[in-house]
T-cell receptor, first 111, second 116 residues
Framework: DQQVKQNSPSLSVQEGRISILNCDYTNSMFDYFLWYKKYPAEGPTFLIS?????DKNEDGRFTVFLNKSAKHLSLHIVPSQPGDSAVYFC??????????FGKGTRLHILP | DTAVSQTPKYLVTQMGNDKSIKCEQNLGHDTMYWYKQDSKKFLKIMFS???????INETVPNRFSPKSPDKAHLNLHINSLELGDSAVYFC???????????????FGDGTRLSIL
């Protein structure tokens, strides 16, 4: 029972272009959403988050958009850089404070 | 200056053995976690401790026993290892057990456990 779904296992984007990573969720009780970035042989590192009371949060090149009615969120990276090549995990939390992670999307930034 | 460190990084062992994975954080956080990332790449929480007290215990076999001697350490002991225990185990910590806007979880680099 996947409560957080990242349906694209991988994505390739040209350097300098916009990368858009998508995430869908099923649990309407989720009120906080996070994105983590993971390099090989390292642990996930926190990237950006958004509360359910907002529909957009921006931090430098990274913007997260939340569409509650569609139970969908997306991470935009612009412009994409070579160091952005990594696995990106979408995650969500409800009031019980457990964080539920998606399976991740592997982003390849092409030169 | 590793914030969350776990040892060993790799662990290869025979089925039926007992093994431990250690985790330490130097961030002064109150809460620590163990996650399992299986072959399907899902990252799932197993346990969390807040100030040495167990607060989350997911449906995990009794063969898995976490131990928190102090709030900076959370070790994971696994008895009678089975093939299905092969996975990457991540330790993490956060300031508080309340998922918070400004207090994300910090992860260790993982321990890759392979059962022969």
């Amino acid at each position: 029972d996947q409560q957080v779904k990242q349906n694209s296992p991988s994505l390739s984007v040209q350097e300098g272009r916009i990368s858009i990573l998508n995430c869908d969720y099923t649990n309407s009780m989720f009120d906080y959403f996070l994105w983590y970035k993971k390099y090989p042989a390292e642990g996930p590192t926190f990237l950006i988050s958004i509360s359910s009371i907002k529909d957009k949060n921006e931090d430098g090149r990274f913007t997260v958009f939340l569409n509650k009615s569609a139970k969908h969120l997306s991470l935009h990276i612009v412009p994409s850089q070579p160091g952005d090549s990594a696995v990106y995990f979408c995650a969500a939390s409800a009031r019980d404070d457990k964080i539920i992670f998606g399976k991740g999307t592997r982003l390849h930034i092409l030169p | 200056d590793t914030a969350v460190s776990q040892t060993p990084k790799y662990l290869v062992t025979q089925m039926g053995n007992d093994k431990s994975i250690k985790c330490e954080q130097n961030l002064g956080h109150d809460t620590m976690y163990w996650y399992k990332q299986d072959s399907k790449k899902f990252l799932k929480i197993m346990f969390s401790y807040n100030n040495k007290e167990l607060i989350i215990n997911e449906t995990v076999p009794n063969r898995f026993s976490p131990k928190s001697p102090d709030k900076a350490h959370l070790n994971l002991h696994i008895n009678s290892l089975e093939l299905g225990d092969s996975a990457v185990y991540f330790c993490a910590s956060s300031q508080s057990h309340r998922v918070s806007r400004d207090q994300p979880q910090h992860f260790g680099d993982g321990t890759r456990l392979s059962i022969l």
